[in-house]
T-cell receptor
């Protein structure tokens, strides 16, 4: 049973346009969400996070939006650049218990066309 | 410096071999993690060490044996693996094991079991 879902396996956008990557979750205990970017032959690299007490967090070209009622978050990249081409993982954790566990989605492959 | 170093990058082993994967971080982090990632799948948590003590074992078969000799090092000892254990093994670390701590990943060890 997938608790974090990234239903679109891939996305292709033109350089300079906006990329919108979506993520849905089912576990209402999740209260912290992260996006990681992964290039081939490298480990996942932290990109941006958001706490459930917020609905938006922005860092440069990257903005994450959280809709708790819909259990949905999205990552906006604007403007998109060819170097953004990678696999993007959405991850979630719950602040219950003493240990953090990240639950990952399957990832979305983003291709930014020059 | 947010580097987590994993060695070796690639490993091929037979089902009767004994081998070890190594992970090192010098960020002063007190939580370290092992993940397994199969192709086209999300990373799946295997073990969590918190302050050098094993705090989470996600029902991993005993042919995988983790070890945390000190706060900077994490090993994964492998013995009598099966071909289905072939995967990318990722190590991560975070400041501690509480939620809302960003996990930093290494590049992984690509393991093939023949």
């Amino acid at each position: 049973d997938q608790q974090v879902k990234q239903n679109s396996p891939s996305l292709s956008v033109q350089e300079g346009r906006i990329s919108i990557l979506n993520c849905d979750y089912t576990n209402s205990m999740f209260d912290y969400f992260l996006w990681y970017k992964k290039y081939p032959a490298e480990g996942p690299t932290f990109l941006i996070s958001i706490s459930s007490i917020k609905d938006k967090n922005e860092d440069g070209r990257f903005t994450v939006f959280l809709n708790k009622s819909a259990k949905h978050l999205s990552l906006h990249i604007v403007p998109s650049q060819p170097g953004d081409s990678a696999v993007y993982f959405c991850a979630a954790s719950a602040s219950t218990g003493a240990n953090s566990k990240l639950t990952f989605g399957k990832g979305i492959t983003l291709s930014v066309r020059p | 410096d947010t580097e987590v170093t994993q060695t070796p990058k690639h490993l091929v082993m037979g089902m009767t071999n004994k081998k070890s994967l190594k992970c090192e971080q010098h960020m002063g982090h007190r939580a370290m993690y092992w993940y397994k990632q199969k192709a086209k799948k999300p990373p799946e948590l295997m073990f969590v060490y918190s302050y050098e003590k094993l705090s989470i074992n996600e029902s991993v078969p005993s042919r995988f044996s983790p070890e945390c000799p000190n706060s900077s090092l994490l090993n994964l000892h492998l013995h009598a693996l099966q071909p289905e254990d072939s995967a990318l093994y990722l190590c991560a670390s975070s400041q501690d094991a509480r939620t809302r701590n960003i996990q930093y990943f290494g590049a992984g060890t690509r393991l093939s079991v023949l």
